[in-house]
């Protein structure tokens, strides 16, 4: 039976089921083919705490597949050789997998780009030297990107970051500091952030400007590795930049006007969290529902007793809500609407709500919640940590503030 009233556009359906499909035939073999690599932390990192050679191979196979399948570049505009698919077939397909296949099935994150790892929109920014150089790689999966914006000082307030580009001929010198910079560990390129006039910067307006850079260039260093959801290594690091040398193709957009890449990608980043908050969080109620019903207390199956099933109703009508949110968004944006307030409520809304039926259904399961096994713990860590990741939640809702008093009242 339909929850939802209206249909999806037939090309984004047939992708959705062509997505689907290719996540169960190239995804979860290699996940069963190499599990202890995969699932074994001592497996998956290097001593250094990056991701092991054996692991970023399978992480390259999955994005090349995904690529020659016509996945992986689906919602890269046709300008630059995608698919040309728009936000509805992003949010959608990517709810579709999350919700199929959870957490534990993670070399799925790799079957369409991400703004921030891969080809994107953000790449129309480019300069005509830069896509020769990186566009083909890029969009084949071969090579992977990392997104530079927040600093050690510089987080939700990003107009405070200190990293800065100094003239020097026709180019820049970078000096300075990045943290948090996702796949930069293992990155071929690197978007960063640099303020390349301080009068401007000081004066919250512009003065920062967006660099294409090689991480193999002399100058750009992976500090540390920063180890976060618990594991003993991790995605997320630090870098550092000495005497970084860029020239004048690899300034990405306006010059001095970098922060609106940063606005341009973040949407996407937005997008892409709410319908993994949905898709999890779906994922997480119907284990919990099966599970309520084959575990008996007291003489009955335990989804006899409301105190079990009640919670797992709340968050039904909660994903419902967020659901509809996020195809709503979808919609929006794709119709050309910038969406700000309403892809702020609804990243805000989803991963807020995703997160708690996670841990619902932790709850329904007892102690066997928190196995490695179920996967609920992979699940509840995610949708956790993008409570800060891509705006945290309390920025998003100053956002939505915003956009209210200044007489935006539609809801
Ligand atoms: C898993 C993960 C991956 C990330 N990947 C990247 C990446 O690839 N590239 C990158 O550049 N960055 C990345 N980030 C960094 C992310 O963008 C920042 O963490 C985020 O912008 C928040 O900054 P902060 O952590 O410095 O917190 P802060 O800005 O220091 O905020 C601390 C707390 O204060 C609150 N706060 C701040 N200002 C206000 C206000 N005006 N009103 C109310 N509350 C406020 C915040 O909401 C938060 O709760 C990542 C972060 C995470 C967790």
């Known amino acids: 039976m339909a929850a939802i009233a209206f249909e999806l ?88 997998l999350f919700h199929a296949l959870g957490p534990q099935y993670w070399l799925m994150l790799y079957c369409v780009s991400h703004w921030a790892f891969g080809p994107s929109r953000l790449l129309e920014r480019v300069t005509d030297r830069a896509r020769d150089e990186i566009l083909e790689p890029l969009m084949k999966g071969e090579k992977g990107m990392c997104f530079g914006l927040s600093e050690p000082g510089a987080g939700s307030d990003a107009s405070m970051i200190r990293t800065k580009a100094v003239p020097d001929g026709d180019g820049w010198v970078i000096e300075g500091r990045k943290i948090w910079t996702t796949n930069s560990p293992t990155a071929d390129y690197c978007i960063l952030f640099a303020v390349t006039d301080p009068e401007r910067a000081a004066a ?146 989803s991963v807020e709500i995703g997160v708690r039926a996670v841990d619902r259904a932790m709850q329904t399961h007892g102690a066997m919640g928190f196995t490695n096994e179920l996967g609920l713990h992979e699940a509840w860590h995610t949708l956790r940590i993008i409570n800060v990741a891509d705006g945290t939640n309390e920025i998003l809702r100053r956002t939505i503030i915003q956009r209210m008093l200044k007489g935006d009242l539609d809801l």
């Open 9 to 96: 556009p037939d090309d984004v359906k047939d992708v959705v089921e062509g997505l689907l499909a290719f996540a169960r035939s190239e995804v979860v073999p290699r996940h069963e083919k190499h599990r202890e690599l995969l699932e074994d932390g001592r497996r998956r990192y290097a001593e250094d705490g990056r991701i092991a050679p054996d692991v970023q191979a399978l992480i390259r196979e999955v994005r090349m597949a995904a690529s020659e399948a016509g996945y992986y570049q689906m919602c890269v505009p046709e300008s630059l050789g995608g698919g040309g698919l728009g936000m509805q077939a992003y949010y959608a397909g990517w709810q579709a």
């Open 204 to 349: 919250r307006k512009g003065g920062i400007s967006a660099f294409l850079v090689p991480t193999n260039a002399p100058g750009f260093e992976v500090q540390r590795v920063v180890k976060m959801f618990g594991h003993i290594g991790g995605d997320e690091a630090e870098l550092r930049f000495e005497g970084l040398r860029v020239e004048p193709w690899q300034v990405v957009g306006e010059l001095h006007q970098g922060f609106a890449n940063a606005l341009y990608g973040v949407s996407l980043g937005r997008v892409y969290n709410s319908a993994r908050a949905v898709g999890y969080g779906r994922w997480a109620v119907e284990m919990a529902l099966d599970y309520a019903q084959a575990r008996e207390a007291f003489g009955h199956p335990i989804s006899e007793y409301q105190g079990v099933t009640f919670p797992l109703a709340s968050s039904a009508m909660e994903l419902h809500a967020a659901h509809l949110m996020g195809l709503n968004a979808a919609k929006l944006l794709d119709q050309g609407e910038p969406a700000v307030k309403e892809l702020s409520m609804t990243k805000a809304y």
